[in-house]
């Protein structure tokens, strides 16, 4: 099955800087991936999502990349302000019964 | 407002004890889902539903069981089976034709 490994597991940093989170997985049958914030004691939400047939998509200051040949995609953050501050979760899946998550990543915005 | 609402937000249970967590949604969604959070851990799915009436095991479904009565609710069971209930529990929905998830706001269970 869909293997998902997050890299890395805290994040600092300060506020205007980029973040950047990596993902791999290991199912090349995967073709779905969405990025996930959450805030403490809440639910997951989706921030950005890309499928296999799209290379980069943007949305704002958050962006996503995927590169099917390695089996890796990433999560950048430009401008970080400190409302980022967050868990920070990939997920890949074929189907939405097979979806599997990275353990997350803390990020924390320092001011 | 349209969404997903899970009720208790914090539940406690004693030892042997079955409790049963609610999940309800009006997105129209028709497959419905229950993951389990523990720290420094991604969600792990326990059970699926893709249509009324039916539902699948997910990876860690042992302790646990579930009903799909109606569209609209998906309630989790945490039996006494279940020897490490302690955990934050979310419930999603997703609309068949497309594969993203939204999840409701989560519920604690703690053993006491």
């Known amino acids: 099955g869909e293997n998902v490994e997050q890299h890395p597991s805290t994040l600092s940093v300060q506020e205007g800087d980029s973040a950047v989170i990596k993902c791999t997985y290991s199912?090349?049958?995967?073709?779905?991936f969405p990025w996930y914030k959450q805030e403490l004691g809440k639910g997951p939400q989706l921030i950005i999502d890309?499928?296999?047939?799209?290379g980069e998509k943007k949305d704002q200051r958050i962006a996503v990349t995927l590169n099917k040949t390695a089996k890796h995609f990433s999560l950048h953050i430009t401008e970080t302000q400190p409302e980022d501050s967050a868990v920070y979760f990939c997920?890949?899946?074929?189907?939405?019964?097979?979806?599997?998550f990275g353990a997350g990543t803390r990020l924390t915005v320092k001011p | 407002d349209g969404g997903i609402t899970q009720s208790p937000k914090y539940l406690f249970r004693k030892e042997g004890q079955n409790v049963t967590l609610s999940c309800e949604q009006n997105?129209?969604?028709?497959?419905m889902y229950w993951y389990r959070q523990d720290p420094g851990q991604g969600l792990r799915l326990i059970y699926y539903?893709?249509?009324?009436?039916?539902?699948q095991k997910g990876d860690i479904a042992e302790g646990y069981s579930v009903s799909r009565e109606k569209k609209e609710s998906f309630p989790l069971t945490v039996t006494s089976a279940q020897k490490n209930p302690t955990a934050f529990y979310l419930c999603?929905?997703?609309?068949?034709?497309?594969?993203?998830?939204?999840f409701g706001e989560g519920s604690w269970l703690t053993v006491v």
């Open positions: 999603a929905s997703s609309d068949t034709a497309g594969n993203t998830i939204y």
């Open positions: 199912d090349s049958a995967s073709n779905y």
């Open positions: 890309i499928r296999s047939n799209v």
């Open positions: 997920a890949a899946s074929m189907h939405n019964n097979d979806m599997r």
């Open positions: 997105l129209n969604h028709d497959a």
């Open positions: 539903s893709q249509i009324v009436n039916d539902f």
